[in-house]
């Protein structure tokens, strides 16, 4: 694996055209919204793409609307189906051209907005958080722009050591934050109120997850 993060940090057609500049030979993996894509890149040069039932260039206009996500970038094209043989920056050009024409309609994480705000109204303790879902939708409440990214990280971190669902606190230089996966697979990043107890703080996350459920 060469990268991996979310496209509520670094946008699809950044990422594209970046490995194409800098002429990668690689597979982008991308889910969002049960959605799932997959683009291969042969020395800069796209050769494929899938997008459910789309394929190629309409795959890639897709894509390239998304607003949030998560994408694994890695190494090789294997299993490349050689379709097409295309520069990013045309198929980008074309895809914003679309957004801007509205001819694609824009994709919104309307639903996440809202559950995260239910959640941190449930939780006093809380001064905001970044909620992903499942499928890599993210939006934030009063948390930096790098947050969906240090989630990302820190759940696969846990993945990797076999870590159950459940909370992980991290606590340095003034910052306190709470790590919280899901049994479903949603993760909440949250910071904790100035005086507020980490452990009541996980307590009304834990409750707040188990009533939406």
């Given at each position: 694996?060469?990268?991996?993060?979310?496209?509520?940090?670094?946008?699809?057609?950044?990422?594209?055209?970046?490995?194409?500049?800098?002429?990668?030979?690689?597979?982008?993996?991308?889910?969002?919204?049960?959605?799932?894509?997959?683009?291969?890149?042969?020395?800069?040069?796209?050769?494929?793409?899938?997008?459910?039932?789309?394929?190629?260039?309409?795959?890639i206009y897709r894509l390239a609307h998304w607003p949030d996500g998560v994408f694994t970038v890695v190494a090789g094209a294997a299993n490349a189906p050689e379709t097409m043989a295309a520069d990013a920056e045309s198929l980008l050009l074309e895809a914003a051209r679309q957004r801007d024409e509205g001819t694609m309609a824009p994709l919104t994480a309307h639903g996440a907005a809202a559950r995260l705000d239910q959640i941190l109204s449930a939780c006093p303790a809380l001064a905001g958080g970044t909620l992903m879902q499942p499928d890599g939708a993210a939006t934030s409440i009063d948390m930096p722009d790098t947050s969906p990214l240090v989630a990302v990280s820190l759940s696969s971190i846990g993945e990797a050591l076999d870590a159950p669902p459940g909370i992980v606190a991290y606590i340095g230089h003034g910052q306190r934050l709470l790590l919280t996966r899901s049994a479903a697979g949603h993760m909440l990043l949250a910071t904790v109120r100035t005086g507020e107890s980490l452990g009541e703080a996980g307590a009304q996350i834990e409750r707040a997850f188990a009533a939406a459920r």
């Open positions: 694996m060469i990268l991996q993060g979310s496209f509520a940090l670094m946008s699809p057609a950044a990422l594209i055209q970046t490995l194409c500049q800098e002429q990668r030979t690689v597979t982008i993996r991308a889910n969002r919204a049960g959605s799932k894509v997959s683009v291969w890149v042969m020395d800069g040069i796209i050769v494929g793409a899938r997008y459910d039932e789309h394929t190629d260039e309409e795959a």
